[in-house]
């Protein structure tokens, strides 16, 4: 990766994103398939393309109406589309984000994890009644 700027950057798109939503489900969905993914494959690149693959293969799916919330769905789907940007070019998958695209796997589980901490944290708080 380019450094800590471009990782500001990174977290930057998530939080923007994340700012007016209150479920982490999108990243839970997402880090559950890597881990799913991560812990079966040996070889970074396959690893990288197996993941990448199933979540384009998500964001085309219908089949996430049966076990999330249609916001949760709608929200998984843009994050897919629209910050991620997974896309499909006949030979490869790959995240057309560049901001994303420069990162290994290893930095985007850790960019996922710390924002779904923050939103849960942030979440939580909003939660607590004053004294």
């Known amino acids: 990766m380019g450094g800590e700027k ?5 977290k930057g798109y998530f ?6 939503k209150e479920s982490t489900k999108s990243l839970e969905i997402i880090l559950d398939i890597y881990y799913d ?3 079966s494959e040996v070889d970074q690149e396959s690893t990288q393309e197996k993941l990448f693959k199933v979540l384009h293969n998500l964001k ?27 896309r499909y ?11 994303f695209a420069q990162l290994t796997l290893d930095e985007l589980h850790r960019v996922l994890l710390e924002i779904k901490y923050l939103k849960d944290k942030q979440n939580i708080k909003n939660k607590e009644l004053p004294i």
């Open 37 to 39: 993914i991560i812990y």
């Open 15 to 20: 939080g923007i994103f994340f700012e007016d």
């Open 89 to 99: 070019n006949e030979k490869e998958y790959y995240l057309g984000n560049q901001a």
């Open 6 to 10: 471009d990782y500001k950057i990174v």
């Open 60 to 86: 085309e799916s219908n089949s996430l109406n049966s076990i999330l919330k249609e916001k949760d769905v709608e929200n998984l789907k843009l994050l897919l589309n629209d910050v991620l940007k997974i």
